[in-house]
């Protein structure tokens, strides 16, 4: 085995930079992991939106009851009918939505016509959509009101709406599972596993590669009595020795930081995902072995190999924000498919045939790009070779 | 017989290397493959190392055929290589630890076979060294231990000494010597003639991927007309006739060059006092004399045409 241990001398001579990445990635991702919060939404708390209320109408109950309804929605802020000082309002944010009810709205309401309030709002404010959603819903029960029931009183008619849009409807929130505070967090790790994973084989295994693809040391090795199928045996054994070794230290931490969480179905998952990554990754790694002449070469291709594909696969910005075109391109390589696998099992409270059927397909998907990699670099090294 | 190529033929396109080139090495020699760059040399030994394909021949070493799958054959050759090939990863014991295990795979032989090695080319001290850290000699005798740590048969040096000390040189002649002297058979190319003349017990010499000329030292001597070199330092050389040294018995040519008087002659007995008493009759003092035996770069040149370092 003198190949395995050539191999692994090798790595060691070259563990500076090697460490670099893992001591980076674990100090990242212990400090990330333990910063982030995952959005919680049980603790939603209603904001009341400022509003001015201007009514040209004159005094009716439809609009008094219009003003009383969004009262008890929006806070209503007294402001002159002055267009420089409402404006000054809007400016300030003293309030986001200005609602005029034009002259004639009663009228025109009770007779059925087609009434337009005017509105002014802050641009690009998510709350006047609220508030046009009230609007809308008062405006519309109105209408449905002075259709069917022609000829309807103010009086009965501020009943019925009143009535009806004082009702609410109860949810409740059904769950089959609970969801572990850890499963987003250690999501989080694992996505970052990745970069590391890719930046550290590649590293690896490249410092080894070009070391035996040395024109000189090959021939010197081609001269020994040592089978080509052992070489080659010996070197498999020693990448996949590293890989192993790489994802054994990196999957450690997480069962420091999460404990008897990483013996869970989630955590089973994400240590699974992570280890068929960490076959792809090598895969890959052994091809740019086998392609770059130069160390030079070698970091400049770790970084921008493991770093660009990390960026556009959702490592570190979370997929739902890509855009859709960088989405299709990522979806090339097998570090999207393994952080949509991970983004998918973390977002599971239970699983299923079906979840674990997309989980699944994209681990498959990344240990296939792992095998047709494989089948390049073979082919290539077959061709080289012949060549020879 | 050791080593047995017959008409073997390397091409490079229109370029031909190796033009039905011929070697027959026998048990126990020396041989040495001499010839300027480009000759062919490690052509040759490439080919039949089966490190390169070839167009035409055969090669057979202890009388079985040679191929890149013949590991019973490769176990009993050594190899080192004109580049030096060593792990800059690995330890000077390391390296060799590394080769010679390509080898010998009981840990307990191999630990003594390397600390013979260390030893055969005086690396004790730098055993620990890493590679990048030795001299230039000192790396060439790390690239020898490699080489020849198994205790191999037939140990194959393709310019071992290029780049290296004089006194790295000569360690390194000695240890070849020293190798033939435990049994070795060895092939040894370079284009240093001084050296080949040195050690080898046979010599061929290679031109334009061919063997031109064959046999020891004496031998190849022989073939040519050239007999010594005599140069004279003339102190008053105005005197002389230059046609009439040239119209004595033997003399091949001769050359002034201010004071300095070169004679070529052939094979013959007296030369030198033929051209002294020459000299003497014309009135002509002399300061100093040498006279020197033809050298292989005189039979290259004399059978090609061109120096031995064009």
Known sequence: MQVYKAFFKVIQKNRGQILIYLVVFMVLALLLSSTYNPPQDTDFTKVKVNIAFINNDGDSQ?????????????????????????????????????????????????????????????PDSTSNIYMDLLINKYLNTVKTYTTYLPGLNQTDLNQYLKTDLAKQSEVTMISNGTHSAYAEKSGYY???????????????????MLVFNDTDLKRRNLCSPIRSTNMNFQMILGNVSFAVLTWLVLISASFVMYGSFMFTATGLLLLLNSFVFTLAALSISYLIGNLVKSRGAMSAVANVFALGTSFISGVFVPQALLGANVLTIASFTPTYWYVKANNEITAAVNFNADNLQSIFTSMILVLAFGVAVLGVTLVLIKQRRVEA | MVINVKNLVKRYGDLIALDHFNLEVQEGEILGLLGPNGSGKTTAINCILSLLKYDKGTIE????????????????????????????????????????????????????LVAEAIDFVGLNDFKKFYPKKLSGGLLRRLNIACGIAHRPKLIILDEPTVAVDPQSRNNILEGILELNRQGATIIYTSHYMEEVEQICSRIAIMDKGKIIAMGTNEDLKKMIKSGEHISLELLNPENLDLTEIQALSHIISAE????????????????????????????????????????LNDVFLEITGKELRD
């Open chain 1, 62 to 122: 439809l609009v008094d009851g219009l003003k009383i309804y969004l009262g008890e929605n929006a806070n209503l802020v007294d402001v002159p009918d002055d267009t420089q000082k409402l404006q000054d309002a809007l400016f300030f944010r003293q309030v986001e939505y200005i609602l005029r009810v034009p002259a004639g709205f009663t009228e025109a309401m009770l007779s059925g016509q087609d009434v337009q309030l005017e509105k002014t709002t802050v």
């Open chain 1, 190 to 208: 694992f996505n970052f596993l990745s970069y590391s994973t890719f930046a550290i084989l590649i590293l690896g295994v490249c410092s080894v």
């Open chain 2, 61 to 112: 070493i202890y009388d079985q055929p040679m191929s890149p799958d013949a590991y019973d054959i490769k176990r009993n050759i050594g190899v080192v290589m004109q580049n030096v090939a060593v792990f800059n990863e690995l330890t000077v014991y390391e390296n060799i630890d590394y080769f010679c295990g390509l080898y010998v795979s009981d840990k307990q032989t191999r630990k003594k």
């Open chain 2, 256 to 295: 002034l060059t201010d004071h300095q008087l070169v004679v070529k002659s052939s094979r013959g007995k007296n030369n030198l006092i033929a051209i002294l008493d020459h000299l003497k009759d014309q009135n002509i003092a002399i300061g100093k004399i040498y006279s020197e035996p033809p050298t």
